[in-house]
T-cell receptor, first 115, second 112 residues
Framework: EAGVAQSPRYKIIEKRQSVAFWCNPISGHATLYWYQQILGQGPKLLIQ????????DSQLPKDRFSAERLKGVDSTLKIQPAKLEDSAVYLC?????????????FGPGTRLTVT | GDSVTQMEGPVTLSEEACLTI???????????LFWYVQYPGEGLQLLLK???ADDKGSNKGFEATYRKETTSFHLEKGSVQVSDSAVYFCALTPDSNYQLIWGAGTKLIIKP
């Protein structure tokens, strides 16, 4: 079974530029998550999709971050414009069902450096 | 609100030593509990889980027991290897919603 795919793996941009990340979840997984992981911290949920609908985006900085999941499969996360504090690893995860025990499968992440 | 607290790292041990990484939680009801591991340069992987009180999760020689009375889920291994060097995250999902709540992670360094 193929895992969660993410691209790119690394990205370096200057502040005020825009960037986009792509995620392809495990086939058949209805729920998709985007997390931000700052060095030395646990992941922070940015947005959760159930199929192509948003379940929770309460911690997404909507003035600069946006995400979509067209057709309920792949997803993209965009930052525009980027700030220095956006430097982090952006993780995508998927799960078969949203309910307990809620096992999530993670991609390798995209390491973003904003200079 | 719900939260997870785990011991600060880094934890440095010699190969074949015994390991315990402490994890305690605050949550109402009966959350599900998890340990995830992040090896250098890789994504997060589920290591083990427990979904109800007194359950023991185990995998790759690691164990953790869901202790409702002490609200703990400590990670243990009897004999660590260099290949166990990684960052370990304790996490929970409340029984009221879908979201993972994470500890800050504990970096484990095993020296040969």
């Amino acid at each position: 079974e193929a895992g969660v795919a993410q691209s790119p793996r690394y990205k370096i941009i200057e502040k005020r530029q825009s960037v986009a990340f792509w995620c392809n979840p495990i086939s058949g997984h209805a729920t998709l998550y985007w997390y931000q992981q700052i060095l030395g911290q646990g992941p922070k949920l940015l947005i959760q999709f159930q199929n192509n609908g948003v379940v929770d985006d309460s911690q997404l900085p909507k003035d600069r971050f946006s995400a979509e999941r067209l057709k309920g499969v792949d997803s993209t996360l965009k930052i525009q414009p980027a700030k220095l504090e956006d430097s982090a690893v952006y993780l995508c995860a998927s799960s078969l069902e949203p309910g307990p025990p809620h096992e999530q499968y993670f991609g390798p992440g995209t390491r973003l450096t904003v200079t | 609100g719900d939260s997870v607290t785990q011991m600060e790292g880094p934890v440095t041990l010699s190969e074949e030593a015994c390991l315990t990484i402490n994890c305690t939680y605050t949550a109402t009801g009966y959350p599900s509990l998890f340990w995830y591991v992040q090896y250098p340069g890789e994504g997060l992987q589920l290591l083990l889980k427990a979904t109800k009180a007194d359950d023991k999760g185990s995998n790759k020689g690691f164990e953790a027991t869901y202790r409702k009375e002490t609200t703990s889920f400590h990670l243990e291994k009897g004999s660590v290897q260099v290949s166990d060097s990684a960052v370990y995250f304790c996490a929970l999902t409340p029984d009221s919603n879908y979201q993972l709540i994470w500890g800050a992670g504990t970096k484990l360094i095993i020296k040969p």
